[in-house]
């Protein structure tokens, strides 16, 4: 569900900053992207886990330069290959990647998660004349040549950039070779492919038990403080819709603005996914319903 975040005042912008950024759309509207995606309220466990990595991660690469952070993605895509690109150093280091039917997708938001092994903790445990271990030695030496112009420092900094992206608490790098020894299982597409074929080595490895930030709360508090261009929000703004006014939004979504409602929209996956499922009931209500020459007057 995409939401116009104009219509429900979300910028407050004024015309001419408005006007200011008009010969340059695509980059307004990734930057309105990014930042509804900072202030949505975590809807589930994943969600919340979700939202945690996104911060952590933002914290881990303030010290790096855009153009810095370029060169790694280059590095990790070319790593990966044509066919297994990623946009962003998030997208990389998913852990989430490896969680088919997570309970976490369908529980409340929380602070403590199971997450599978990651595939450099999977690797201490396969046996050396396995599959895997042949994949995984490859996959080193790859990485190990591809990151030749890389300085020390910088292959740490990336690493550290991994393990923040992983939320993993545990690792420690003891230089250079550790450090793309991570990176190159832990990125690797084919040891991907191999998980997707045959997942019984990370399933066999003991989960990670990961505690981390109440992010609903932190995102509720920064929601009230308001530091960025955001309207302050209030306590109605945090009330999910009651069921019969998702039905009354789906058939005319003019209510939504009307009742001054529409700003709880912004910052909830959970009413987003109700409406939605609602405007396709009755889309398709409207459509069986249609008269068959309804169109040809159009
Ligand atoms: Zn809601």
Redesign the pocket.
Same mark, same amino acid.
């Given at each position: 569900m995409r939401v116009r975040l104009t219509e429900i005042g979300f910028r407050g912008k004024t015309s001419v900053e408005a006007d200011k950024e008009m010969h340059n759309p695509t980059t307004d509207i990734e930057q309105m992207i990014q930042e509804l995606n900072e202030i949505q309220?975590p809807?589930s466990l994943m969600e919340s886990f979700d939202a945690y990595r996104e911060d952590i991660l933002r914290s881990a690469t303030r010290e790096f330069t855009s153009s810095q952070l370029n060169w790694y993605l280059d590095l990790l895509n070319r790593f990966r290959g044509p066919d297994d690109r990623k946009d962003s150093l998030l997208d990389v280091f998913d852990p989430e990647m490896y969680t088919v039917n997570h309970p976490a997708w369908d529980s409340p938001p929380g602070t403590r998660i199971q997450m599978p092994a990651l595939t450099s903790e999977v690797a201490r445990l396969a046996d050396r004349n396995s599959e895997f271990a042949d994949l995984a030695r490859e996959e080193i030496r790859v990485f190990y040549k591809l990151a030749e112009s890389f300085a020390d420092e910088e292959v740490l900094g990336l690493a550290r950039i991994a393990q923040a992206a992983l939320v993993d608490q545990k690792t420690t790098f003891h230089g250079r070779r550790d450090a793309i020894r991570y990176l190159a299982l832990n990125a690797s597409a084919l040891l991907e492919d191999l998980w997707a074929e045959d997942d019984t080595l990370w399933l066999r490895a003991p989960a990670r038990q990961i505690e981390f930030e109440d992010m609903l709360a932190k995102r509720q508090t920064n929601l009230r403080l308001s530091e960025t261009s955001l309207p302050v929000f209030e306590d109605k703004d945090?009330? =999910?819709?009651a069921e019969d006014e998702i039905r009354a939004f789906a058939f005319d979504i003019r209510k939504l603005l009307l009742a001054g409602r529409a700003r709880?929209?912004a910052? =909830?996956?959970? =009413?987003?996914r109700?409406l939605e499922y609602w405007t396709g009931l009755v889309e398709r209500f409207e459509q069986a319903t249609a008269l068959p020459d309804a169109t040809a007057d159009a």
């Open positions: 309220l809807g945090f009330t =999910c819709y709880h929209l910052i =909830c996956p959970r =009413c987003q109700r």
